[in-house]
């Protein structure tokens, strides 16, 4: 038997009396979050509104049991419950302000699409409504920055007149006579709803009764999906939450940069040329500190049985590039070999004078292979990291031991 639907003639129906018409135990639906025992139930009217057409499912009570899901079968709606019903005739409440801000991305979807289509030429190919933002799927060419905002400012035009949102049913022909903007084929009679002088499109959803009530309708972003552009909105106390939280954001990076709202792209830019130029000052800072204590190091190194100096040291806290400025400074000298590394980060850097006669990346891979890393270079220069840090000291000595066959 059909369940009637309730909120086909009234959306704002919040409150119901029904019969039950069949209750049967249901076994857990992990994939529908339903983990406990649950009952579905048909009842012979409903206010419940069903998962379908892009907008989810209504939560309420019936009774003393909380609806978990409502589905959509055929002619009949399955309530999904949490416990049995203890009689045959049921009060049912629906969890209105859920409903409201699904009545109101619904008719904002309904608008904005329309907008869209008609200034834009760009057909809406799928909706979703989700838990904080909404998308359409727009079909066409990318829509530019002037394309957004002119569907999103005449869309709120029409939100401003407060236009009546009404139902009208008939057949696919008789609507299609009245400029539907998306044909169907289904035979019988349809429903329609209609945003006076804006749009005639078949859906079976919850709407409000004008476009006042949808309020604000702000899109947010725009990215490819496939073949089609995703569109992000929100609509009325989504919009009003999003308008807020895009504030607090805006006010507190402005207190952060310690300027007022409307300077925070130029004092951001300020900012960032800032960090880039220190970071160019640091670089060469490094680079000069690294020359000067490399001559330091070859002052105090020994020469070896075979000619060579080995610089061998293991670095606490310096930033990475500094070995490398360091091994690159020490192997400018002749038959001068580095063996750099940091603690705690696990780096390597060996380096050295070209007439050394070593090979340094060839060390490289003999000492991360041992002790576990990655790494390489060339004869002159190479550069790793060991997968333990701890061992850095073991590292650099496995090196130094192994550097006259090298
Ligand atoms: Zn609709």
Redesign the pocket.
């Known amino acids: 038997m059909a369940t009637r639907r309730l909120y086909y003639d009234d959306a704002f129906q919040t409150e119901f009396t029904a019969r039950v018409m069949y209750c049967e135990v249901l076994p857990p639906d992990l994939s529908a979050g339903i983990t406990g025992k649950a009952w579905g139930l048909i009842l012979d009217r409903t206010a419940f509104y069903p998962t379908s057409?892009g907008?989810p499912h209504d939560l309420g009570k019936i009774e003393e049991a909380n609806v978990l899901d409502v589905r959509d079968q055929g002619d009949e709606i399955i309530h999904i419950v949490d416990r049995k019903p203890g009689d045959p005739e049921v009060k049912g409440c629906i969890n209105w302000p859920r409903r409201f801000d699904h009545m109101q991305q619904?008719?904002g979807?309904?608008l904005l699409s329309a907008m869209f289509q008609e200034r834009f030429g760009r057909p809406t190919v799928s909706f979703h409504l989700g838990a904080e933002a909404s998308t359409i799927d727009l079909r066409g060419p990318e829509p530019a920055a002037d394309i957004l905002e002119g569907a999103e400012r005449a869309a709120n035009q029409i939100v401003f007149e407060n236009r009546p949102v009404t139902v009208r049913y008939g057949t696919a022909e008789q609507l299609s006579s009245l400029g539907v903007r998306k044909e169907v084929d289904r035979e019988g009679i349809l429903r329609a709803?209609e945003i006076e002088a804006a749009d005639l499109?078949p859906?079976?959803?919850?709407?409000v009764k004008s476009t006042g009530q949808i309020g604000l309708i702000l899109v947010r972003r725009c990215t490819r999906i496939r073949q089609d552009w995703r569109l992000e909105f929100v609509c009325g106390g989504r919009a009003e939450k999003a308008a807020r939280h895009d504030f607090q954001l805006l006010r507190e990076t402005a207190e952060k940069l310690s300027c007022g709202p409307e300077e925070v792209v130029s004092a951001a830019s300020r900012a960032l040329a800032e960090r880039d130029a220190n970071f160019r000052e640091i670089r060469a800072l490094l680079e000069r500190l690294a020359n000067a204590e490399a001559g330091l190091t070859l002052q105090s190194a020994a020469l070896g049985a075979d000619g060579l100096r080995v610089v061998s040291r293991v670095f606490e806290d310096v930033p990475s590039e500094y070995l490398g400025f360091l091994g690159t400074a020490i192997a400018k000298t002749e038959k001068t070999v580095a063996l750099l590394g940091m603690a705690g980060a696990g780096d390597l850097l060996f380096a050295q004078h070209a007439s050394s006669g070593k090979e340094m990346n060839a060390l490289l891979k003999q000492v991360v292979g041992k002790f576990g890393g990655k790494g390489g270079g060339t004869r002159d220069f190479a550069r790793g990291k060991l997968a333990d840090a701890s061992q850095v000291e073991s590292a650099l000595a496995l090196a130094r031991e192994k550097l006259p066959s090298a």
């Open positions: 057409g907008q619904h008719t979807q309904h709803i499109q859906c079976g959803g919850t709407h």
